[in-house]
């Protein structure tokens, strides 16, 4: 079992900056990456970024390429995702996840992929 929990969401205005917080627990040993989701209202989850965690290497969708960046901190078991130049189609609920099965770049965006999932946090983006 592995539990995560999110934080750092919350209200920005657009071009405005945040950074999320995943901070895993349990059986973090079997860590091979850790990702964020996210999920807009009316809208399916979609892939945001992952991070694999021996050697950091990190992955992104297209759509923040540039704008966000994704780290851990090993030592800590947590994950973060910084956020910058925000606009109003980023606002969603962001979910991180957490995986110990290989990923490749086919597979690496599947959320069926994930095995572990966190409650979510609320990032919303004012015009």
């Known amino acids: 079992q592995v539990q995560l929990v999110e934080s750092g969401g919350g209200l920005v205005q657009t071009g405005g900056s945040l950074r999320l917080s995943c901070a895993a627990s349990?059986?973090?040993?079997?860590?091979?990456?850790m990702g964020w989701f996210r999920q807009a209202p009316g809208k399916e989850r979609e892939f945001v970024a992952t991070?694999?965690?021996?050697?950091?290497?990190?992955y992104y969708a297209d759509s923040v390429k540039g704008r966000f960046a994704v780290s851990r901190d090993s030592a800590k078991n947590t994950m973060y995702l910084r956020m910058n130049r925000l606009t109003p189609e980023d606002a969603a609920v962001y979910f991180c996840?957490?995986?110990?099965?290989?990923?490749?770049?086919?597979?690496?965006?599947?959320?069926?992929?994930?095995?572990?999932w966190g409650q979510g946090t609320q990032v919303t983006v004012s015009s």
């Open positions: 996840a957490w995986t110990a099965r290989i990923l490749t770049l086919p597979t690496i965006a599947r959320d069926d992929f994930y095995a572990y």
């Open positions: 991070v694999r965690w021996i050697d950091g290497n990190t």
């Open positions: 349990g059986r973090t040993s079997d860590t091979y990456a």
